[in-house]
């Protein structure tokens, strides 16, 4: 089990700055893939940025150039979210994927608002 708990969302105007956190415990040593989504009202979840099981960082075109993943050695993940736009509002959910015998179990956090507007 691993539990999952994101922070830092919130209003910021256009142009702005947020950096969301995303902490995580319990089996964390297990987790293979870590990553972050986001989702709107009567949309499906979109991937947003993740870290693969090869290291390597993955970034949905819509935030290249804009957003920054990163993590720590606490299996702390971060999005650096910088030169924000209105369309990128939406709830944003930090994930984390452990291998199983039979496939790949997900874990999600709660989420966290995020507002862009003036």
């Known amino acids: 089990q691993v539990q999952l708990v994101e922070s830092g969302g919130g209003l910021v105007q256009p142009g702005g700055s947020l950096r969301l956190s995303c902490a995580a415990s319990?089996?964390?040593?297990?987790?293979?893939?870590m990553g972050w989504y986001r989702q709107t009202p009567g949309k499906e979840r979109e991937l947003v940025a993740a870290f693969t099981v090869g290291g390597s960082a993955n970034y949905a075109e819509f935030v290249r150039g804009r957003f920054t993943i990163a993590r720590d050695s606490t299996y702390t993940l971060y999005l650096q979210m910088n030169r924000l736009k209105p369309e990128d509002t939406a709830v944003y959910y930090c994930n984390a994927k452990l291998p199983r015998a039979w496939g790949t179990e997900n874990y999600w956090g709660q989420g966290t608002q995020v507002t862009v507007s003036s």
């Open positions: 319990g089996s964390i040593f297990s987790i293979n893939a």
